[in-house]
């Protein structure tokens, strides 16, 4: 049996070049101190060589780790994965930014951090400490945490604000949250509903908020009524149904309901069938998320799909951006669409 063939490494690199192991790094991470006949010649070793630059190669110049640590809740992340409800927040925030970074040379790496927990800068600073990384992507709620954001402001590091769009430092960043509610009541005014009810989520994200203000943006300008047709959640089952209950229960009902997340807007529909309301003969519904399961429900659910892939993206390469002291101005807006599907159709008469 014929041996196994020895990894090439930056030490091979350096020895068949003749240099030291920084140049061969400088090399690898373009530094302009390179002079170009030096440059070549090292380039020279790592195409005869076949050799690969791993992250420890690109870090040892010092000036860059090129990794991106994006940060997301511990509670929630960790209920949703042992629920096992088919939420796919995790998977498209990776599924943006990892395949960004690797365009760029850079990993991602995630971290699980309790923004309620009182040792929340001991947590984040032990993470920043061991990985260094180049920029930090921070969701919600995580983003709208001052100390969170601070901490990161005062070690200098650059970080995207996604779901927050306070002043302060950091990326601000939204996923058009309140153009997305919009063209969902407008889509169901489209289908002659008046009486369009919103479950929202809870106060401590900001995009609760800017959701509402989309719903009532449309419905102000129908001139049509929003008092009493809000409740709120915490982009939780039970919480749907309870809301959706107290919706529902109206002298008046509404003909209608978007709600925040898939998981309320699977209760507002249980409901409905406990009430003996057809969807959406006479109630429609319609979901942000967009997560997987949406396609499989009875009917199958129209939703907001949510750019998280595409603004887990666009935070990388703002965030790459800023290594280079490149930062937007205004906030940075990826606005979502809403997918059509089963879940809607005409008011009743």
Not at 28 to 48: C, F, G, H, L, T
Not at 171 to 178: E, L, Q, S, Y
Not at 183 to 200: K, S
Not at 268 to 288: H, K, N, T, Y
Request: net charge negative; proline share 7%; with cysteine.
């Amino acid at each position: 049996m014929g041996r196994r063939r020895q990894a090439v490494t930056i030490k091979h690199v350096a020895a068949d070049a003749g240099v030291s192991l920084q140049t061969v790094s400088r090399v690898i991470n373009n530094e302009p101190n390179v002079r170009p006949a030096m440059k070549e010649r090292v380039q020279s070793s790592i195409d005869k060589l076949g050799y690969v630059p791993s992250i420890a190669a690109q870090r040892m110049s010092g000036s860059r780790s090129y990794l991106i640590l994006a940060i997301n809740d511990r509670d929630l992340t960790i209920a949703d994965w042992r629920a096992r409800e088919g939420r796919d927040w995790v998977d498209q925030m990776l599924l943006g930014g990892m395949l960004t970074c690797a365009e760029h040379g850079y990993r991602m790496l995630i971290e699980l951090v309790d923004t309620h927990n009182d040792h929340v800068e001991r947590e984040l600073g032990a993470a920043i400490a061991a990985l260094q990384p180049d920029g930090v992507i921070l969701t919600p709620p995580h983003s709208g945490n001052p100390l969170i954001t601070g901490l990161l402001a005062e070690r200098g590091i650059p970080f995207a604000r996604i779901g927050s769009t306070d002043p302060g430092p950091g990326i601000p960043m939204t996923m058009g949250d309140t153009h997305n509610a919009r063209i969902a009541t407008e889509h169901l005014l489209d289908l002659g509903h008046e009486r369009i009810g919103f479950i929202a989520g809870p106060s401590e994200f900001s995009l609760s908020d800017w959701r509402i203000a989309g719903w009532k943006e449309a419905m102000f300008a129908a001139k049509l009524p929003t008092k009493g047709l809000c409740e709120r959640g915490d982009f939780g089952f039970d919480s749907g149904l309870e809301a959706a209950r107290k919706l529902l229960s109206l002298p008046e009902r509404p003909t209608a309901i978007i709600a925040s997340s898939d998981q309320m807007t699977f209760a507002a529909m249980q409901v409905a069938r406990e009430m003996d309301l057809r969807i959406p003969e006479d109630l429609s519904v319609i979901s942000f998320d967009n997560s997987p399961i949406v396609r499989f429900t009875q009917p199958p659910l129209t939703a907001v799909d949510q750019p998280i892939a595409a603004t887990a993206s666009r935070a990388v390469e703002l965030l790459i951006d800023a290594k280079k002291g490149q930062l937007p101005t205004e906030p940075v807006r990826v606005k979502g669409e809403l997918v059509v599907r089963g879940s809607t159709g005409p008011a009743p008469a």
